[in-house]
Nanobody, 126 residues
Framework: QVQLVESGGGLVQAGGSLRLSCAAS????????VGWFRQAPGKEREFVAA????????HYADSVKGRFTISRDNAKNTVDLQMNSLKPEDTAVYYC???????????????????WGQGTQVTVSS
């Protein structure tokens, strides 16, 4: 069993930056791919970024490429999402999730993720 806790959300002006962190419990976390997803009011949850268990592969949604960077530290059981050049349309609740299947390329499909955090709110003002 893996438990995930997100932190780092908040209110920021457009063009600003935030760094989200996902802290995990569980000895097997280092073998899981981890993804970040977001859900805006009235919209479906959508993929943002993901990283493989070894950090050898990353995957980004087109809407965040070049602005967001995902990274992980398996020694600390953390996965971070650095978000730069934030836009009002990035406003959402951000969730991290862990995929226990062994994949060399991390999935962008939320149905393939087994464990989820409670989410952290990111609000970008114009």
């Amino acid at each position: 069993q893996v438990q995930l806790v997100e932190s780092g959300g908040g209110l920021v002006q457009a063009g600003g930056s935030l760094r989200l962190s996902c802290a995990a419990s569980g000895r097997t976390f280092g073998s899981y791919s981890v993804g970040w997803f977001r859900q805006a009011p009235g919209k479906e949850r959508e993929f943002v970024a993901a990283i493989s268990w070894s950090a050898g592969s990353t995957h980004y949604a087109d809407s965040v490429k070049g602005r967001f960077t995902i990274s992980r530290d398996n020694a600390k059981n953390t996965v971070d999402l650095q978000m730069n050049s934030l836009k009002p349309e990035d406003t959402a609740v951000y969730y991290c999730a862990a995929d226990r299947s062994i994949r060399w390329y991390p999935s962008g499909n939320l149905d393939e993720y087994d464990y989820w955090g409670q989410g952290t709110q990111v609000t970008v003002s114009s």
